[in-house]
C-alpha cells in the first residue's frame, strides 16, 4: 500500500502560479506511475500530468504548457507547478500511484486526500 499527502493548495488570482507537492511513502518500490488529477464539485476526476518512473510525462490538453509536473525521488515527492491558472481550474487536486482508466473514470489503490485549489477571477 502507498501512502500519498497532498499539500501547497490555496486561494490564487487569475493568471497566478500555485505549486501543489505530494509525498509518498510505503510501498514505493512498485510505483511506475505517479498522477495528479482534479475535480471540481458536480465534475468527474480529471487528469492533470501523470510522470512515469523514468521521468516521462503526459499532460491533459487544458494544461499542456501551463502546468509541469516533477519528482524528487530523494524525498519521495511528486510536485505540479501551475502557472497562468483560471477560475474554472477551481478543483481539489489529488494526487495518485498507478492510476488507470477504466469504465470512464479514473481508478487508483492510492490516492491522496487532495489539497483544494481555488482560483479567484
Known amino acids: 500500500q502507498v501512502q500519498l499527502v497532498e499539500s501547497g493548495g490555496g486561494l490564487v488570482q487569475t493568471g497566478g502560479s500555485l505549486r501543489l507537492s505530494c509525498a509518498y511513502s510505503?510501498?514505493?518500490?512498485?510505483?511506475?506511475?505517479l498522477g495528479w488529477f482534479r475535480q471540481a464539485p458536480g465534475h468527474q476526476r480529471e487528469l492533470v500530468a501523470t510522470?512515469?518512473?523514468?521521468?516521462?510525462?503526459d499532460y491533459g490538453d487544458s494544461v499542456k504548457g501551463r502546468f509541469t509536473i516533477s519528482k524528487d525521488n530523494a524525498k519521495n515527492t511528486v510536485y505540479l507547478q501551475m502557472s497562468s491558472l483560471k477560475p474554472e481550474e477551481t478543483a481539489d487536486y489529488y494526487c495518485?500511484?498507478?492510476?488507470?482508466?477504466?469504465?470512464?473514470?479514473?481508478?487508483?489503490?492510492?490516492w491522496g486526500q487532495g489539497t483544494q485549489v481555488t482560483v479567484s477571477s
Open positions: 495518485a500511484a498507478d492510476p488507470v482508466y477504466l469504465g470512464g473514470t479514473w481508478h487508483s489503490d492510492s
Open positions: 510505503g510501498n514505493i518500490r512498485g510505483i511506475n506511475v
Open positions: 510522470i512515469r518512473d523514468g521521468g516521462s510525462v
